[in-house]
């Protein structure tokens, strides 16, 4: 049984070979894409002063979900894109 997905990483690794050559613009955008992403990683929830061990836990749980999100969209696009997401 053959993979719906078989050669879509050498597809895809084609097309990003070809928008960088032929789209000046993506360093512009890589770099703001770059950029964007070191301040999500960078990220620290606050909590108020007095705030419990369940909420600092909470505030903790939502970074890390945030992370595995730019993680995500950083990897490129594909079958372990998708087979990552599905599961996590």
Same mark, same amino acid.
């Given at each position: 049984?053959?993979?719906?997905?078989?050669?879509?990483?050498?597809?895809?690794?084609?097309?990003?070979?070809?928008?960088?050559?032929?789209?000046?613009?993506?360093?512009?955008?890589?770099?703001?894409?770059?950029?964007?992403?070191?301040?999500?990683?960078?990220?620290? /929830?606050?909590?108020?002063?007095?705030?419990?061990?369940?909420?600092?836990?909470?505030?903790?749980?939502?970074?890390?979900?945030?992370?595995?999100?730019?993680?995500?969209?950083?990897?490129? /696009?594909? /079958?372990?894109?998708?087979?990552?997401?599905?599961?996590?």
């Amino acid at each position: 049984m053959q993979c719906r997905w078989s050669g879509s990483g050498e597809r895809a690794k084609t097309k990003t070979e070809g928008t960088l050559a032929t789209d000046p613009e993506i360093f512009d955008v890589w770099a703001e894409f770059v950029v964007a992403i070191e301040r999500i990683q960078a990220y620290r /929830p606050t909590a108020p002063g007095k705030a419990t061990l369940e909420l600092l836990h909470e505030n903790e749980r939502g970074r890390q979900l945030i992370l595995r999100g730019a993680a995500l969209i950083t990897i490129s /696009p594909g /079958p372990r894109a998708h087979a990552k997401s599905t599961h996590e």
